[in-house]
């Protein structure tokens, strides 16, 4: 019998336990929830290394890896044989782990070229060099994010970018929201505009402002935002679902068939129609915009005054980026053949330069990368420059490489090496060409002013 009343006591015990603590855990969420009390910031912090940076392309593991080894996951293959009778380009700075990047040049080449991507620079991943016309390194840039917003967070890629003559660098640091940053020659910090920007940073023609896009890569309606380069603050918006309904008889903006559908558009390119191309191209007028979406194929060009679409065009490439405006007529893009792995013997998986003509409505292939070995399935970038040169940057290869149009013989290969017996180089994100008198501080260079550091 009083084994049965103490039964009967643990059962009483336990009801009323529950009748105390199922309200207490009730409220407790609801504070939760939306007090954001204890442990609110532990659930957020680990929600965000779960879930990832919303631009990147890593795995749960790889961002497990970058805690311990922040250079890991930008890490690329390459064929090592390419660059085994390179030069090797000596950096002021760098981490004991690598291995001098290596370079090859043939023939005339250009005053200065600015390189960006992971050079593992001390205390700075992410970084710029600025190198002479014998391959030689004059000026350095340190980019990292660990100054910004966040700063114990992992870092981001840094993609899209600008360099003004006077040597200042703005750029989108796209992880996390750090935003679009300045920074002047020195390294120093001008200004930051937080935010959820992402893949480009495209200036006007004189510099005052540059255009990035906003609410990050998979909404279905991106907005373009044009931010001035001297303050930081954005001046213009443009949502691009009223672009879609200011063109109601253009149907290339919204293919869903439910609103779940995301990484519809992915859009990764501004370009700003010059006043000096604008002859070029009398279906358009200067300060018109070319834009390019990756996930369906569609270049398109809009007035930003009056949001009007004045041209359109798919499937000139697969999940191309990139989109230019030539001095011939034509708009160019970087065709990365995103797909071509996925459908074995339908294409061969080299990158390359796809040419579109807005009059005959038609495009074609103008630079294959297949002579080069260039392939890079995402983030793949160009320029094409005096003469036949034409700029390659292939990212997933840790290569900038130049080629002659005509010919497809290379006249220049940077090569980001990291480990040349493993075959490993660092991951690269654009590159620039810039002539004699472009920039105002180089009779500074060498000068006892201060190296370039993080602020």
Sequence with gaps: ME????????????????LVLLPAVGYWGFAFAKYEVFPYSIYTEIKEFVEGDPMGRTTVWDRFRREYDPVATWIVNHD???????KPVSLNEVAPTREKPRVFMSGPQPAYRVLIGVFDMKDSLWGAVLLDREGN????????GSDLRDPEGPEGILYGATITPDGSIIYSKQDLGKGVVKRDRNG????INEGLYHHVVSPDEDFKHVWTFGRGPTVPFPELVKIDSETGRTVKTIAMEDVYKANPHIHIFDHRTKDEITNMPHPNDIEVLSSELAS?????????????YHMNGLVFVIDPETLKVKFWYTGAGDGAHDVDFQENGLLTIF???Y??????????????IVAISPVEHKHWVVVSGKQANLVTRTNGRHQFRDGNCVMFDSALQGRFTELDSETGRVTFDFVNVYNENEGKALLVSESFQFPEGYFTFVDKIGSDEPKASPQ
Excluded at 280 to 292: C, R, S, T
């Design 339 to 352: 797909r071509a792995g996925w459908h074995e013997g339908f294409q061969e998986k080299f990158s390359e």
């Design 335 to 337: 065709n990365n053949n």
């Design 188 to 191: 120093t910090i001008v200004w």
């Design 3 to 18: 084994r049965f009343l103490f039964k009967k006591c643990e059962v009483w015990c336990i009801l009323l336990l529950l």
């Design 80 to 86: 090592a044989n390419l660059s085994a009778d390179y």
């Design 280 to 292: 070029a191209f009398p279906m358009f007028k200067a300060g018109d915009l070319a834009i390019n």
């Design 137 to 144: 390194v004059c000026h350095e840039w340190k980019l990292s």
